[in-house]
Nanobody, 124 residues
Framework: QVQLVESGGGLVQAGDSLRLACAAS????????MGWFRQAPGKEREFVAT????????YYTDSVKGRFTISRDNTRNTVYLQMNSLKPEDTALYYC?????????????????WGQGTQVTVSS
């Protein structure tokens, strides 16, 4: 059974940093892409960042490029999202997801398993 457990969310001020982590179990982690998505109140869930199974390829939504960095440690079955220069518009529930394939994906159907989410709140 696949389990994804996020951690690292919290309440911060604009300009601060946070690092989210997502620990995975139940699959051969290195064989699958991982992604981070977020959902703000009243909005649809949106793609944030993705990384391929080997960790050599990443992709970001435009609004976080240059501020967020996705990485993974396949020895620890964990994916990270380093978030710098946070803005109030980054406030959302952040979800990690396990991809159906090795290669990066930006759409929700490309992911088969989801965590419960961790809340990130950025005050102005």
């Amino acid at each position: 059974q696949v389990q994804l457990v996020e951690s690292g969310g919290g309440l911060v001020q604009a300009g601060d940093s946070l690092r989210l982590a997502c620990a995975a179990s139940g699959r051969t982690f290195k064989n699958y892409a991982m992604g981070w998505f977020r959902q703000a109140p009243g909005k649809e869930r949106e793609f944030v960042a993705t990384i391929n199974g080997g960790g050599g390829t990443t992709y970001y939504t435009d609004s976080v490029k240059g501020r967020f960095t996705i990485s993974r440690d396949n020895t620890r079955n964990t994916v990270y999202l380093q978030m710098n220069s946070l803005k109030p518009e980054d406030t959302a529930l952040y979800y990690c997801a396990l991809g159906r394939y090795y290669y990066i994906g930006t759409s929700m159907p490309e992911y088969g398993y989801w965590g419960q989410g961790t809340q990130v709140t950025v005050s102005s």
